[in-house]
């Protein structure tokens, strides 16, 4: 069975620019959420989807952060316009409810650097 | 706020020599504890999760208990390869958003 899976791995991008995330969940797992880590910190919670909505933005440090789960399969992250305090790791995690409770799976995370 | 501290931030063990974790935390409604392992370069492998005061999971070399404030990772008699950063994290009565601790570096020398 496919794991969480992210694409870009490493992105490089200028101040000012977008990035685009994507994230595709583990097949048949209707939550979805994005993490970030920027350097020397915890890994901080962003979002979570249950299927294509979105059930907790709280973690959305500004308005230049917009995701979206287009009919609850993949989601995408867009940062526009970068900023450097935007670098650090994406993380996607993936999660089912039921008998196993809410184990949470990650992805191997999207390394984003704003130069 | 939930809030999860992990001690220490650095373990530097000998093969063999067994030792403990801590995860000392902060929730309103607890809902789960998490432990995760993560290699550098990798996201968080799942390991266990813990969801009442007590409980306690084995996988291999590892061990992790439960109480109403912290959570232990035992490992015993690691090995190299055991060498990673150990997260902690909590769900809690808020939601399903998961609140991580700083993370414990072991080491693990041959």
């Known amino acids: 069975e496919a794991g969480v899976t992210q694409f870009p791995s490493h992105s490089v991008i200028e101040k000012g620019q977008t990035v685009t995330l994507r994230c595709d969940p583990i097949?048949?797992?209707?939550?979805l959420y994005w993490y970030r880590r920027v350097m020397g910190k915890e890994i901080k919670f962003l979002l979570h989807?249950?299927?294509?909505?979105?059930?907790?933005e709280s973690g959305m440090p500004n308005n230049r952060f917009l995701a979206e789960r287009t009919g609850g399969t993949y989601s995408t992250l867009k940062v526009q316009p970068a900023e450097l305090e935007d670098s650090g790791v994406y993380f996607c995690?993936?999660?089912?409810?039921?008998?196993?409770?809410?184990?949470?799976?990650f992805g191997e995370g999207s390394w984003l650097t704003v130069v | 706020e939930d809030q999860v501290t992990q001690s220490p931030e650095a373990l530097r063990l000998q093969e063999g020599e067994s030792s403990s974790l801590n995860c000392s935390y902060t929730?309103?409604?607890?809902?789960?504890l998490f432990w995760y392992r993560q290699d550098p370069g990798k996201g968080p492998e799942f390991l266990f999760t813990?969801?009442?005061a007590g409980e306690e999971k084995e996988k291999e070399r590892l061990k992790a208990t439960l109480t109403k404030k912290e959570s232990f990772l035992h490992i015993t008699a690691p090995k190299p390869e055991d060498s990673a950063t150990y997260l902690c994290?909590?769900?809690?009565?808020?939601?399903?958003?998961?609140?991580f601790g700083g993370g414990t570096r072991v080491l693990v020398k041959p």
């Open positions: 995690a993936s999660s089912q409810w039921g008998t196993s409770g809410n184990t949470i799976y």
């Open positions: 097949s048949g797992h209707d939550n």
């Open positions: 989807f249950v299927k294509e909505s979105k059930q907790d």
């Open positions: 929730v309103s409604g607890l809902r789960g």
């Open positions: 813990l969801y009442s």
């Open positions: 994290a909590v769900t809690g009565a808020a939601g399903n958003k998961l609140t």
